[in-house]
């Protein structure tokens, strides 16, 4: 059921998807009509939040089905009037599935309001509470303990601190204000706690902030999905190329019960700290995180690093796995993206890059004959053309 209006795009950014989801092979096996319902279909759905909430079990430290249990307890804290139940996915031995509640109809719109940002808004959508910073725009006559309606501002159009608001905005529930509108806009930079505690969202999807983070990695299924397809083995050396914050690395090294080597890099120093934060949370000892640009991992005439740093001399490694920086707009729930064309379609030159250096004339990992590589290398070159 749509609740929300379909994602808000620049113009010439839904223009230029729309060309790419209703191009002429597209076409001709249905219709144009079809393609271009189609199109406004996705846009509707990337503005929702998906039907489950996916973790992924450390089964690194216990098994699902301990996890399970301890999951059902927290759940039962946090819903204690619902049942709420969690699956296990039937293909994937180590997700866990929550189902995601709503839309929730009936819920009484308060006099008193606040709005939040577009991002913010989409982390409610998903189970989280309000943290001040996120908080744009309050009542005037707000103060704390009181019931408040939450709205979104999908345009950015609110102005911070502002007392009413009368733009394009989304109802995303009520929650209780932990702070008065003076305290929150005091401008006081360390108040960065929760601002509202959301008691009845729209959308009923559990919180996991530190919801046994030893145990529990909150992942989107396909981020999952990505690694049982890579199908690491113990006792193997495989590089995530870029790697943070970590989920595909620690699960990688989860998947290999932690024996052999996983080589996490990214370009940004505070991401991999990111990343070794997430091993040492997840107690994987098996990952080594480097700051260094992936496009440069490969270099033929190096003597190698005894301490596995890069760069990295052809064919050392057994697996890679390359999840190309991108501009994350398929994420959900997502209710606005304000790039511009310019930034959507930028990441296209690095993207090559990174597959160049994957499985160009010389690589970094030793493909079997059969695997038909080349080829591949010859389909992406095109691609990216």
Known sequence: MSVFPKVSLRPEVENYLKEIFTNQEIVSSSS???????FEALLNHLAHPPSFTTVRVNTHLASVHNVKNLLLDELQKQFSELSIPVIEHP????????????????????????????????????G?????????????FMKAGDVVSVYSDIKGKCKKGAKEFDG???????????????EIFNGLPELKGVGIRMTEPIYLSPSFDNVLPSYLFLQNLPSAIVTHVLNPQPGEKILDMCAAPGGK?????????DQGEVIALDKISSK??????????????????????????????IIEDPSGAPPFLPESFDRILLDAPCSGMGQRPNMACTWTLKEVTSYQPLQRKLFTVLIGDSSLVDFPAWAGIKPLASY???LFS
């Open 272 to 301: 991999v700290e990111k990343v070794k934060q997430n091993a040492s949370l997840l107690g994987l000892n098996s990952i080594k995180a480097f700051c260094f640009d992936a496009t440069k991992a490969l270099k033929p005439d």
């Open 128 to 140: 989280a509470h309000i943290y001040v910073p996120g908080i744009v725009s309050a009542s005037k």
């Open 249 to 257: 690395t620690t699960h990688i090294a989860s998947l290999m019960h």
């Open 91 to 126: 293909d994937l031995p180590d997700i866990l599935l929550i189902p995601v509640i709503g839309p929730r109809k009936n819920i009484k719109r308060q006099q008193c309001e606040a709005i939040v940002g577009a991002q913010c808004g989409s982390a409610v959508l998903r």
């Open 32 to 38: 144009k009509q079809e393609a271009e319902r189609k």
């Open 168 to 182: 394009e905005k989304v109802f995303l529930g009520n929650g209780i204000s932990n702070l008065s509108r003076k």
């Open 380 to 382: 992406l070159s095109i």
